[in-house]
């Protein structure tokens, strides 16, 4: 199976045996799983380049390339906008590996002889492709010396990185989204910023937001960096009031407001309320999204209330009973809100006894109660007992656990 | 308006900050011996090349730093994705033998620091090397590097000793334009060492690869520019009162510099009794700052190049090659110096002279790079500092060349250096 490496600088000939040029380039299909080779650049020796069809060439018995009319009479092709130059915009670059979530350099690329057409199957990543490219490659074999090879399917190959224009991706933009947040966010922090900022820009403003909270606050500011005001505020806006108030709070104070602006109002109301805590307490690390319902209704209405409020928040763990004046009364885990008997009366049903916490605890203080209590959830409370936000459990768990795991910039200079 | 401007300051002060680390990191062992020597052995005969090498230092950093914003890629990807697989093997070569220099240099710098306190080389060296490792590899180093900057501010022991001990500034400053010096192997020696000093391979990468990291944008870049300038005249006004130091104190009385605590008595006029503790200090912190730094800038330009895993918080498994390289580096570094009867002055220049040759190849891959527009669409270097650019590389290869004639000529004449 031919590689591409084997391929560049090959001689072309014509009819008569002489050597019209060098073949330095293979232009394939950029959106098609296994595309065949279309055209290839033929470089003169006066240094010209022409872009000759595929079929207007012959591949012979051994190897030898050559026209198979004069190269006057040999029609130009036309590149369409997805076609993919391999030598110059593949070949040595990084592209994105999904299966694998890694970022890898293409060593070499992968030829099949199908129906006398050149067809591209796949990519090597692995050491023994750079030897080849060295000429290593069979010394060192025959030395003993052998390194599992890499490949990976040209199909899976889902985004090419390509000049200052930034990721170019094969194929439609779904596939990559259909990946976990996690998962994305891995590949997004093996790109520099630039170009993860481009990835971050082509999802949906939904996935955006899972995908960002997937990193350390520091990668967060610079992701957010590469995004004009708009774009960031519709990823914020699908972000946790909480994690989006961590974000903004990192930020520079002019850039944090523009963005607020261009947010929905009601969401940037929330948000900036908690961006008025300090960090590192209760209020820093809650979140004012909640569900709540009154004390005297029955729980059939109870439920029909949770449904309504249910879309508009994050997870839904407990159901907060709150007087008129906001004070918290009670609470009812969701299974209890569904087992209980439907005609009674929320009062008589739900938990009087409560933890809480004071906005102005500190959040080790906050994580603790979490542990000891079990709770999935903390509800945050000022000093007339009125409920502010709540803490959830995966806040506490940054908070007892470093954030060493979370996806950080990749180098030392940070 | 005062608000806005306010603001300005303050955003350009939080990037500047760290980017003096790569100022001072730039006066590593090697810088501080090199301008001792060249002070001491040839008085002010070398300022004219200093200045010369400020503007070509802020030339090719300028380079180096506008191709990360632009890019966002570092310059061995840049090499890799543009010459192929063979070219950035030599290049890497040359970067790797050229950093290998720089840490045996470092160390060298550790030994003869802490010599001067009577420690011996065989506790300092393999202490130092292991606490650099540590370091490095736990990921305290950024605590650290705060640290060390902070102990930087020896620097101003030269600068505060420069201006006591009352050098002839008429002469000073004439020599800034007169250019001086013999066609010797020992001056050209000294001239291609600080060519290797000042202009390091290892920093053309550094600069590159930390506006990367930074995510500084193009628009943005104006910022960085200016801290990227800023750098460069401060490290060289701080090689130039290395100079003029060690002119005024020791040349004038024809002391030449052959270990480490010679060179510290050019901060007697400040210091007095304690210059040798204050120079030991300062050359100390120095060289671990730098040994800290180096190895791994060569270990992530290899794996940027071939696509291999690298991080200081990844894992001899995960990422064996990074891991590898940069302890080899540190490692192989350690031990040259440990080899018994060694000149740690005559190495660490030695270090800085193969720098200075190996340079022009690191170089002259960033200039052309840097120059096109199909990588660097209008940002791409303008015609003049392009050929400021090529001129520096001109003089570095023809100083390179003239020292290796001459030294042929000499010992082929029989005559001695």
Known sequence: ?414 | MLKLLRLRLGFALGIVGPGLIAAMADNDAGGITTFSVAGATFGYQLVWVLVLLTVSLAITQEIGARTGAVTGKGLAALIRENYGVRTTLYAMLALLLANQATTVSEFAGVAASLEIFGVPRLVSVPIAAAAVWLLVTRGTYKLVERVFLLFSLFYLAYVASGVLVAPPWGEVLRSFVLPSGELSPDYLLMVVAVIGTTITPWGQFFVQAYVVDKGVTPEEYPVTRLEVLASALITDLISLFIIVTTAATLHVHGIRIEEARDAARALAPLAGPAAQGLFAIGLLNASLLAASIVPLSSAYAVCEAFGWEAGVNRSFREAPVFNGLYTATVAVGALLVLLPGLPLVGVILLAQTINGILLPIILIFALQLARRPEIMGRYATGRLQHALAWITAAGTISASLLLVIVTLVGLVLGSGG
């Open chain 1, 1 to 414: 199976m031919p590689f591409v490496s084997e391929l560049l600088g090959r001689p072309v000939r014509d009819a008569a045996g002489r050597i019209v040029g060098k073949l330095t380039d293979i232009i394939v299909p950029g959106e098609v799983d296994y595309p065949t080779v279309r055209a290839v650049c033929l470089t003169t020796s006066d240094g010209a380049t022409r872009l000759v069809p595929w079929s207007a060439l012959r591949v012979s018995g051994d190897d030898q390339i050559s026209l198979a009319q004069p190269l006057e009479e040999t029609p130009e092709y036309q590149p369409a906008e997805q076609d993919l130059f391999l030598a110059r915009q593949v070949l040595d670059r990084q592209i994105i590996d999904i299966n694998g979530t890694r970022v890898v350099r293409v060593n070499d690329l992968q030829l099949t002889r199908t129906n006398g057409s050149l067809r591209l199957v796949s990519v090597d990543v692995s050491t023994p492709g750079l030897l080849r490219r060295l000429g290593l490659e069979r010394p060192l074999s025959r030395l003993g010396l052998r390194l599992p090879p890499r490949v990976i399917a040209w199909q899976d190959i889902n985004a090419v990185e390509s000049g200052p224009s930034g990721v170019k991706l094969k194929v439609p933009r779904e596939d990559l989204a259909r990946l976990h947040p996690a998962d994305i966010a891995e590949i997004v922090s093996q790109l520099d910023q630039y170009h993860g900022g481009e990835v971050l820009r082509s999802l949906d403003a939904e996935k955006a937001a899972e995908t960002l909270g997937e990193f350390a606050p520091d990668l967060q500011v610079a992701m957010l960096e590469a995004l004009d005001n708009e774009q960031a505020a519709d990823i914020l806006e699908e972000m946790d009031p909480d994690d989006a108030a961590d974000v903004l709070g990192d930020m520079r104070a002019e850039r944090a407001e523009a963005i607020l602006a261009a947010m929905d109002a009601e969401e940037a109301r929330d948000v900036r309320e908690l961006l008025g805590y300090p960090e590192n307490t209760a209020g820093g690390i809650m979140t004012n999204e909640f569900v709540t319902v009154p004390p005297d209704v029955t729980v059939a209405e109870a439920i029909e209330l949770v449904r309504r409020q249910a879309a508009e928040v994050g997870d839904l763990f407990y159901i907060y009973v709150t007087g008129p004046d906001d004070r918290l009364l009670g609470v009812l885990s969701l299974k209890e809100l569904i087992l209980a008997d439907p005609s009674a009366r929320v009062w008589d049903v739900m938990h009087h006894d409560l933890v809480t916490v004071d906005v102005r605890r500190p959040q080790e203080e906050v994580a603790r109660l979490i542990a000891k209590y079990n709770l999935l959830a903390l509800p945050v409370v000022d000093e007339e007992r009125r409920l502010l936000g709540i803490v959830t459990v995966d806040d506490a768990i940054d908070i007892i656990l470093p954030v060493a795991w979370k996806k950080r910039l990749p180098r030392i200079f940070h």
